[in-house]
Structures are given as C-alpha cells and as structure tokens.
T-cell receptor, first 114, second 111 residues
Framework: DGGITQSPKYLFRKEGQNVTLSCEQN?????MYWYRQDPGQGLRLIYY???????QKGDIAEGYSVSREKKESFPLTVTSAQKNPTAFYLC?????????????FGPGTRLLVL | DAKTTQPPSMDCAEGRAANLPCNHS???????VYWYRQIHSQGPQYIIH???NNETNEMASLIITEDRKSSTLILPHATLRDTAVYYC????????????FGQGTILTVHP
C-alpha cells in the first residue's frame, strides 16, 4: 500500500521541550511539505523540500526545523522557540516539481502542549 | 496578497448540486487550478484540477472561465458526506514548489 504515514497521531509536549514529528512516504515522490492548521483555519506552509538535502522556508518557519536526508523521510522538529505549538500538523508529498501533479496528504499529527 | 479567494461558507440541500466558486484573478498562464477538500481532523483529499478546459471526474466537475480568472467546483448531487472544507489552490510554473492554501469554503449539506 503506497502512501504517506505520520506518527504519532497525538503528541504531547512539555514547556521548553523539542519534539519531532515523523513523516514517511513510499510513493517515490520528490517534493515534501509540512503544513500547520489551527482550529477553524486553513493550512499554513511551514517548510518544503523539492529534493534530498535541500529545503526552503514556508510562510511560518520560525520555531521549526526540518531535515531531508532521505527521499522518503521529512521529519519536522518543533523547537522550544515555537511559543504556540498546539496545532494539527499535516505532511504532504508531490511526485515531481512539475505542472499538473497533485499533492498527497498524510493523516496528520495533533500536537498538544502540557 | 491572497492567491485565491473563496466565500467562507455555503449551504446546500442534499441531492442538489453544490456550486463552489473561487477567484484567482492573478493566475498566470502556466498555473493549474486545484481543488481539495478536508473533512474534520483528516488530511485534505484531492478532488480535481484543470488548466483551462473544463474537467470532470467521478467526484466533481470543474468549470474554468475563459479568462481563467475564476472557476467553479460542482458537486452534482451533494450528499451529507460532502460536508467539508473545500480549498481552491493554484500552482504551476515558478510557483510550483511553494504550495500554499487559502482559508477555504465550509460547505454544509443539510437534509
């Protein structure tokens, strides 16, 4: 079964703690994305990567970091610098950086601050 | 600078057609129009996309105006399970890497 997996489904963070959200895809897609969604709001782009070992900031990158060491993996770290991390986090991938392709989304991780 | 503009909410009666508009007046010639929907607490689901011709698939139809400045997603026979947030997106050419979403339209289908 091809697709995108995100883990865990729910994640709890203590104040001042870094946490890492996992995103894995077995679709052989080149590009991967992280979005944040707050209650009743749309999706906001955090980071994206179009190729291994390269990534770019989205619209709300402050307080987050990513890595892209493997094509199939794009983990997101929520650092202690992110003061309001409680949100729903979605990972997505795209076959190639070309026109006419569609994004595929994972099931999401809900992050809660204790 | 919003890339797409959608009404915040719409209602539709079950069994009737739902017509969801999207304005993308600054769209460039090589950008596609994409539609996704998101049911509560799930990842967005792809519906349909198009460049300039009207498109139809098993889920919906997409009507793009001749000047490509706006489009309409049509769900021909809406069901209660079509209640969701619908996002209109545009991507292609140099903007393809950074895919962003607007606020979307909350469609409520009622009996």
């Amino acid at each position: 079964d091809g697709g995108i997996t995100q883990s865990p489904k729910y994640l709890f963070r203590k104040e001042g703690q870094n946490v890492t959200l996992s995103c894995e895809q077995n679709l052989n897609h080149d590009a991967m994305y992280w979005y944040r969604q707050d209650p009743g709001q749309g999706l906001r782009l955090i980071y994206y990567s179009q190729i291994v070992n390269d990534f770019q900031k989205g619209d709300i990158a402050e307080g987050y970091s990513v890595s892209r060491e493997k094509k199939e993996s794009f983990p997101l770290t929520v650092t202690s610098a992110q003061k309001n991390p409680t949100a729903f986090y979605l990972c997505a991938s795209l076959p190639t950086a070309g026109v006419g392709e569609t994004q595929y989304f994972g099931p999401g991780t809900r992050l809660l601050v204790l | 600078d919003a890339k797409t503009t959608q009404p915040p909410s719409m209602d539709c009666a079950e069994g009737r057609a739902a017509n969801l508009p999207c304005n993308h007046s600054t769209i460039s010639g090589n950008e596609y129009v994409y539609w996704y929907r998101q049911i509560h607490s799930q990842g967005p689901q792809y519906i349909i996309h198009g460049l300039k011709n009207n498109e139809t698939n098993e889920m919906a139809s997409l009507i793009i105006t001749e000047d490509r400045k706006s489009s309409t997603l049509i769900l021909p026979h809406a069901t209660l399970r079509d209640t969701a947030v619908y996002y209109c997106n545009r991507a292609g050419g140099t903007s393809y890497g950074k895919l962003t979403f607007g606020q979307g339209t909350i469609l409520t289908v009622h009996p």
